[in-house]
């Protein structure tokens, strides 16, 4: 977004349209100047849709945070068993076991508390995307700066690895090389610490995931590289380090924050996805797909509990992709969707 | 053009070896060597047996010989083994399941219907109903439809399929009990029981997909209405349905032809969380029960197979934009 752009906006924003930068209204109020920054949270925070997504987005992480006070609160651990509570068949008594002490219902067969499983399911996929999702925006900036600014042999070689890692079956390939880490880690016996497996799926949504940002940051700095105000900054004698991180990086952040923001969802569906195959988060971590899939056994006797893990999953990424589009929204008004 | 092609071309072949080495190179990674794996616990297997699956299997050769000839046998054939434990692996021979010794070509053959029935019927669901919600929505700007129709690209592309599977399966088979619980059955055995048992996975795929396709086709579709041609077709008095259907939909659906072709390309390589969800044994579903028992000749082979499927998509794909849209020139 370039200066007078910047200025024309703020003209815009505050009612008075289409003046001249600097010109004083004929209303004789002062011109207002406000940052891009400024301007971007003025136009969220006139998007409902925007506003509500971002309040279950802070509800979500604050549970999320907040997993073990939510835990002394409620009074029930993710892991601690109520089989008081379940028939003799494993299934939870009464409808699904909601009840006063048991807010979303027992789990069958195990007999955990649902809704402290969900929290602190909830604490794991956030982690995972979360860390995932800043590794790989840190990844993609620096290869794609780098690919852009430089060009040439080192660009076409960066471009045919992201052109590589693209065409990889992602889903496929983890099925392929989770077993296979895993086996060569700890072997077929020993167990696994608690902390490998979150490392593992973080370490492989960060190798498949660079390679968008890196695109899109490529393209972005090949245009830029080409601005006067990068030739001022060489020919004031910066060196290559100051040109691609401070002069060039500062103008990437607003599509930089979008792709982050529509990256998270997408990392925890891809989460929960392997999790209920079964080769993601394992046993005692609590996991919001591995719920899902444990529930999916009972789906004929207890329909509530598939129905209610999906439907928190579903939320989770529904409440990240609409606050994404709000964001897309307000950091750049030219876009349309 | 053809310049455009050979360099697409050489890419798709390198990037192809590149996933064939490196999955490859899994294959040795695991610790356990396939041959002990498959020799069983120290007792039963005593080095002699250990050697002579080693044989049979044909790992007692240097590894880069081992690829050579496993890359041979998918164009050739190949024999596995040598002496008296050869074993004769017919083209495209892809190697032995390292569980039940069934050729990992015929596993493939048994799977790969069952992928590719669900993927057609679903790209089938989700083209239609994407494409035409998108373009009406496009159509009938700021109506009632279009509020609905973004509301539902916007909630829909936000729907796991963890959860709208499932809910598919509570409705119609658990609540309703209007559908029973689906088998697949080969299209050439009973056409009827095939579609019935594919319609729960098609919808369920389908329809999430339509999601952000009806988005894709409204945004382009929107755009393109805007254009000059658009105006000097009805200008010239060409009948809307004309200019909308004919002139307005070739222009605006060349990005749809990408997305799906990518997407196509990316499902045929096996849909595992359907399959999974639905209880079909497809490509995917394969692969992954192979992966969680280390029988790695099947994964490779699914692996590769789910690469070629992408890359031949990035192929089609990008022919395919020539001829669709006139403008594009490649070069």
């Given at each position: 977004?370039?200066?007078?752009?910047?200025?024309?906006?703020?003209?815009?924003?505050?009612?008075?349209?289409?003046?001249?930068?600097?010109?004083?209204?004929?209303?004789?109020?002062?011109?207002?100047?406000?940052?891009?920054?400024?301007?971007?949270?003025?136009?969220?925070?006139?998007?409902?849709?925007?506003?509500?997504?971002?309040?279950?987005?802070?509800?979500?992480?604050?549970?999320?945070?907040?997993?073990?006070?939510?835990?002394?609160?409620?009074?029930?651990?993710?892991?601690?068993?109520?089989?008081?509570?379940?028939?003799?068949?494993?299934?939870?008594?009464?409808?699904?076991?909601?009840?006063?002490?048991?807010?979303?219902?027992?789990?069958?067969?195990?007999?955990?508390?649902?809704?402290?499983?969900?929290?602190?399911?909830?604490?794991?996929?956030?982690?995972?995307?979360?860390?995932?999702?800043?590794?790989?925006?840190?990844?993609?900036?620096?290869?794609?700066?780098?690919?852009?600014?430089?060009?040439?042999?080192?660009?076409?070689?960066?471009?045919?690895?992201?052109?590589?890692?693209?065409?990889?079956?992602?889903?496929?390939?983890?099925?392929?090389?989770?077993?296979?880490?895993?086996?060569?880690?700890?072997?077929?016996?020993?167990?696994?610490?608690?902390?490998?497996?979150?490392?593992?799926?973080?370490?492989?949504?960060?190798?498949?995931?660079?390679?968008?940002?890196?695109?899109?940051?490529?393209?972005?700095?090949?245009?830029?590289?080409?601005?006067?105000?990068?030739?001022?900054?060489?020919?004031?004698?910066?060196?290559?380090?100051?040109?691609?991180?401070?002069?060039?990086?500062?103008?990437?952040?607003?599509?930089?924050?979008?792709?982050?923001?529509?990256?998270?969802?997408?990392?925890?569906?891809?989460?929960?996805?392997?999790?209920?195959?079964?080769?993601?988060?394992?046993?005692?971590?609590?996991?919001?797909?591995?719920?899902?899939?444990?529930?999916?056994?009972?789906?004929?006797?207890?329909?509530?509990?598939?129905?209610?893990?999906?439907?928190?999953?579903?939320?989770?990424?529904?409440?990240?992709?609409?606050?994404?589009?709000?964001?897309?929204?307000?950091?750049?008004?030219?876009?349309?969707? | 053009?053809?310049?455009?092609?050979?360099?697409?071309?050489?890419?798709?072949?390198?990037?192809?070896?590149?996933?064939?080495?490196?999955?490859?190179?899994?294959?040795?990674?695991?610790?356990?060597?396939?041959?002990?794996?498959?020799?069983?616990?120290?007792?039963?297997?005593?080095?002699?047996?250990?050697?002579?699956?080693?044989?049979?299997?044909?790992?007692?050769?240097?590894?880069?010989?081992?690829?050579?000839?496993?890359?041979?046998?998918?164009?050739?054939?190949?024999?596995?083994?040598?002496?008296?434990?050869?074993?004769?692996?017919?083209?495209?021979?892809?190697?032995?399941?390292?569980?039940?010794?069934?050729?990992?070509?015929?596993?493939?053959?048994?799977?790969?219907?069952?992928?590719?029935?669900?993927?057609?019927?679903?790209?089938?669901?989700?083209?239609?109903?994407?494409?035409?919600?998108?373009?009406?929505?496009?159509?009938?700007?700021?109506?009632?439809?279009?509020?609905?129709?973004?509301?539902?690209?916007?909630?829909?592309?936000?729907?796991?399929?963890?959860?709208?599977?499932?809910?598919?399966?509570?409705?119609?088979?658990?609540?309703?009990?209007?559908?029973?619980?689906?088998?697949?059955?080969?299209?050439?055995?009973?056409?009827?029981?095939?579609?019935?048992?594919?319609?729960?996975?098609?919808?369920?795929?389908?329809?999430?997909?339509?999601?952000?396709?009806?988005?894709?086709?409204?945004?382009?579709?929107?755009?393109?209405?805007?254009?000059?041609?658009?105006?000097?077709?009805?200008?010239?008095?060409?009948?809307?349905?004309?200019?909308?259907?004919?002139?307005?939909?070739?222009?605006?659906?060349?990005?749809?032809v990408t997305i799906a072709g990518l997407d196509l390309g990316?499902?045929?390589?096996?849909?595992?969380?359907?399959?999974?969800?639905?209880?079909?044994?497809?490509?995917?579903?394969?692969?992954?029960?192979?992966?969680?028992?280390?029988?790695?000749?099947?994964?490779?082979?699914?692996?590769?197979?789910?690469?070629?499927?992408?890359?031949?998509a990035n192929?089609v794909v990008d022919?395919l934009?020539?001829?669709?849209?006139?403008?594009?020139?490649?070069?």
């Amino acid at each position: 977004m370039s200066e007078q752009q910047v200025v024309a906006q703020a003209a815009v924003v505050d009612g008075a349209g289409g003046l001249e930068p600097g010109a004083v209204p004929a209303g004789g109020k002062e011109f207002v100047g406000r940052s891009p920054g400024q301007l971007a949270w003025l136009r969220l925070r006139r998007d409902r849709v925007g506003l509500a997504s971002g309040g279950a987005l802070l509800f979500f992480v604050l549970l999320a945070v907040a997993a073990p006070l939510v835990e002394r609160l409620y009074g029930k651990g993710p892991l601690e068993r109520f089989p008081e509570r379940l028939d003799r068949n494993g299934f939870p008594l009464g409808y699904a076991g909601v009840d006063a002490e048991h807010w979303l219902g027992i789990q069958p067969n195990l007999g955990r508390d649902v809704f402290i499983q969900l929290v602190y399911g909830l604490r794991t996929s956030l982690l995972v995307a979360f860390t995932a999702a800043l590794l790989t925006i840190g990844l993609g900036i620096l290869v794609g700066v780098v690919a852009g600014y430089l060009g040439g042999r080192v660009d076409a070689v960066l471009t045919w690895f992201v052109d590589l890692t693209m065409a990889f079956p992602f889903f496929i390939f983890c099925f392929a090389f989770i077993p296979v880490a895993v086996n060569q880690f700890y072997g077929v016996r020993d167990a696994e610490a608690t902390w490998f497996r979150p490392m593992l799926l973080i370490a492989i949504f960060v190798l498949f995931n660079w390679t968008y940002t890196a695109r899109l940051v490529r393209g972005q700095v090949l245009s830029l590289r080409e601005r006067e105000f990068v030739d001022a900054a060489r020919a004031a004698g910066a060196g290559l380090g100051h040109i691609l991180f401070r002069q060039l990086l500062p103008n990437l952040w607003a599509p930089i924050l979008v792709t982050f923001s529509l990256n998270v969802p997408a990392l925890i569906t891809a989460e929960a996805a392997l999790s209920f195959l079964g080769i993601g988060i394992l046993e005692p971590t609590p996991d919001l797909g591995r719920l899902i899939s444990d529930s999916v056994d009972f789906i004929r006797e207890v329909p509530t509990f598939t129905i209610v893990g999906g439907t928190t999953l579903f939320l989770l990424v529904l409440s990240f992709n609409l606050f994404g589009d709000a964001l897309r929204d307000a950091l750049d008004p030219k876009s349309t969707r | 053009m053809l310049r455009f092609f050979v360099r697409k071309l050489l890419l798709a072949v390198s990037t192809l070896f590149a996933v064939s080495v490196l999955t490859f190179g899994l294959f040795f990674a695991v610790p356990n060597n396939p041959a002990e794996l498959m020799c069983g616990n120290g007792k039963v297997c005593s080095p002699e047996r250990l050697e002579m699956i080693e044989r049979r299997m044909g790992l007692d050769v240097p590894v880069p010989q081992q690829y050579g000839s496993f890359m041979k046998g998918i164009f050739a054939g190949r024999t596995i083994g040598e002496g008296d434990a050869a074993r004769e692996c017919l083209r495209p021979c892809l190697g032995f399941s390292f569980r039940n010794d069934e050729p990992v070509s015929r596993i493939v053959g048994r799977t790969l219907p069952v992928t590719l029935s669900l993927v057609a019927g679903a790209a089938v669901v989700w083209l239609l109903i994407g494409v035409s919600v998108g373009m009406i929505s496009a159509l009938r700007r700021g109506t009632v439809f279009d509020r609905l129709a973004v509301g539902f690209s916007l909630v829909g592309a936000s729907m796991p399929i963890l959860l709208f599977g499932p809910l598919l399966l509570i409705v119609f088979v658990y609540e309703t009990g209007w559908l029973s619980y689906p088998r697949y059955v080969p299209i050439t055995e009973n056409p009827l029981a095939w579609a019935s048992a594919m319609i729960l996975p098609w919808l369920a795929l389908g329809f999430l997909n339509s999601a952000s396709y009806a988005r894709l086709s409204r945004a382009q579709m929107l755009e393109t209405l805007t254009e000059d041609f658009v105006r000097t077709a009805r200008a010239k008095g060409l009948p809307k349905a004309t200019v909308y259907g004919r002139h307005a939909l070739r222009a605006a659906i060349t990005p749809i032809v990408t997305i799906a072709g990518l997407d196509l390309g990316t499902y045929l390589g096996g849909t595992v969380i359907t399959e999974t969800i639905f209880g079909f044994t497809g490509l995917g579903k394969a692969s992954l029960n192979a992966a969680i028992n280390l029988d790695m000749p099947v994964v490779m082979a699914t692996v590769l197979l789910a690469a070629v499927f992408i890359v031949a998509a990035n192929v089609v794909v990008d022919a395919l934009y020539a001829v669709i849209d006139p403008r594009v020139r490649l070069g």
